[in-house]
């Protein structure tokens, strides 16, 4: 069998290090700029340049040769039409390992560039300025995206730079002789990332805009609940790979991790520091994320311990504790320490000593936290197996969430407390809660939210009691909750993320001694589910929204 040579024509030349002898550079963020132009100014390389470059180069000294010059044309209607010529982009699209593309240049008077170096214009950056429409579509580079993915196609011959950052990288390969191949592919993995960035933004931008059309028509039409509520016609979701886990769900199934870039991505648990322990594993992120869900839906100082991505316990501290994120930690451990071994804890504030030491003391697979004392990091680094996590400072989750099924993706807004009042609750029976059991009730109603469905929870003096979770009826999930509670549930509070489709799941709760109910309402049985809660003298709200989880 004939080796694979991918048709190379005879006259094919094969290039590895290339010599940067003339640099195209663009920009609109100048960072790094006249570092990197006086390097390659130094260097002998012959600079061409556009506009503002131009101006900042000239300004500076630096030896320099306008675009127009090239071009033998001016810049035109504005700005708008700059580089778009064969003199330019001949120089960037010729493949020097060619003859046939080498004599082809000498023949129209066109030399080729071994770098260019452009970033486009800040079309982002305007947007969240709060301007409109023309000064919006001002900003939509075109020149400067056909230069980056004419030298990206190319990068066999030109290297590609569009962050300053990588800005030393070409300093020091100017130095060693050129910049490798290897390099010139990661650049160009680089410049298509960006761009295709870039043109994500403006493509969701105009459908903003048209989402502001189909509302404005909607509403004339008296029909707004048939408009776009925001969804763009097409997204894309901008990630890097960031490691290749040891396995993924199963230890048989391949995994990695990859980190969302781009201008609306978030920090998150994929941006966390890690301290000590072992990797982190799979399950260990969707564990984590989970329960960090839990943890951040409270404003008080709380804590959230998950296993298989349910609570084994969620509490929140007391404020007259002298040390409140401890107390915390203790109360949720003690809503079901059996399947506490071996969970992962999150925190909404930072590990004391104190709760440190508590932790240390069980079996846990992962602690993520905002922060730690320095002495509690201490403690927890003694235990070798403990993955140990800090939280970016400016954790967020996103606004969508997105679920991939097969043959598409799933998009919905983000299940948030943010803007959760219990003042809209309707009471449909027994007494009007006291402040103490309103308070119970709102904590079992936003800790509930982390409990896969159907999802009932107990709750006493600001903790999870007993948890029912990801049972395929209410029934068997109030069995669960109250048998995990035992003696707990007398007194207790509880929570359902959905309605009580017949009063027998409510039931189980009130012979359990359950005081007070929170549930969405909204069964076509809810008068036979309000006269069980009227005859058991409880008192019973309906929140009329409800918490699905799977």
Aim: proline share 3%.
């Amino acid at each position: 069998m004939a080796a694979h040579n991918d048709h190379k024509p005879a006259d094919y030349r094969h290039r590895d290090r290339v010599e940067i002898k003339r640099a195209l550079l663009s920009v609109s963020d100048k960072t790094g700029l006249l570092e990197l132009a006086k390097e390659l100014a130094a260097a002998g390389i012959d600079i061409v340049s556009t506009g503002g470059t131009f101006a900042a180069l000239k300004d500076a000294g630096i030896p320099v040769t306008e675009v127009s010059q090239i071009t033998g044309f001016p810049e035109s209607l504005d700005g708008r039409v700059k580089t778009l010529h064969p003199k330019v982009h001949g120089g960037l699209l010729a493949d020097m390992r060619l003859i046939a593309h080498e004599e082809q240049l000498a023949e129209l008077g066109i030399e080729a560039f071994q770098l260019v170096v452009v970033n486009l214009y800040p079309f982002v950056q305007t947007v969240q300025s709060g301007a409109k429409g023309d000064a919006v579509v001002e900003q939509i580079d075109i020149g400067g995206p056909a230069m980056v993915r004419a030298s990206a196609k190319n990068h066999a011959n030109v290297a590609i730079v569009v962050d300053p950052a990588k800005y030393s990288e070409i300093i020091k390969a100017v130095k060693d002789g050129g910049t490798t191949l290897a390099q010139r592919r990661e650049l160009a993995y680089s410049a298509f990332s960006h761009t295709a960035r870039y043109d994500s933004a403006v493509a969701n931008w105009f459908a903003a805009e048209l989402e502001g059309d189909w509302k404005r028509a909607a509403g004339q039409k008296g029909d707004i609940e048939n408009a776009n509520p925001g969804f763009p016609s097409n997204f894309k979701v901008d990630s890097q790979l960031a490691n290749v886990l040891r396995y993924g769900e199963n230890s048989h199934q391949a995994a990695a991790l990859y980190r969302t870039t781009g201008e609306n991505s978030v920090a998150g648990i994929a941006q966390a520091r890690q301290f000590g322990g072992k990797e982190m594993s799979y399950n260990n992120y969707v564990d984590a994320d989970a329960a960090l869900r839990a943890a951040y839906d409270f404003n008080e100082p709380a804590v959230a311990i998950i296993k298989h991505a349910n609570p084994c316990g969620i509490a929140i501290g007391d404020p007259t504790s002298p040390d409140v994120i401890a107390d915390a930690h203790a109360k949720a451990h003690m809503c079901d320490p059996v399947s506490a071994f071996g969970g992962v804890i999150a925190t909404n504030r930072p590990v004391t000593v104190t709760m440190a030491k508590q932790v240390a003391s069980i079996f846990t697979e992962v602690i993520i936290a905002p922060s730690y004392e320095i002495e509690a990091l201490s403690i927890l680094l003694e235990k070798k197996n403990l993955r140990v996590l800090e939280l970016p400072a400016n954790y967020s989750r996103e606004a969508l969430e997105y679920k991939q099924i097969s043959g598409g993706v799933l998009v919905q807004e983000t299940d948030e407390f943010s803007q959760f009042n219990s003042s809209g609750w309707k009471l449909v029976t027994g007494k009007k809660a006291d402040l103490e059991t309103m308070k119970e009730l709102e904590f079992a109603w936003r800790a509930c939210r982390a409990v896969k469905s159907n999802g009932i929870l107990l709750a006493r003096e600001g903790a999870s009691v007993g948890v029912g979770m990801g049972q395929v009826n209410r029934v068997d999930s109030c069995k669960l909750a109250v048998e995990r509670a035992e003696s707990r549930s007398k007194g207790a509070v509880a929570a359902s993320d959905a309605f009580f489709p017949f009063a027998d799941g409510l039931q189980i709760l009130i012979d359990a001694g359950v005081r007070a109910v929170v549930q969405p309402g909204g069964s076509v049985r809810d008068e036979e589910v309000i006269a069980a809660a009227e005859a058991a003298g409880i008192t019973m709200y309906f929140t009329g929204e409800r918490h699905f989880f799977h």
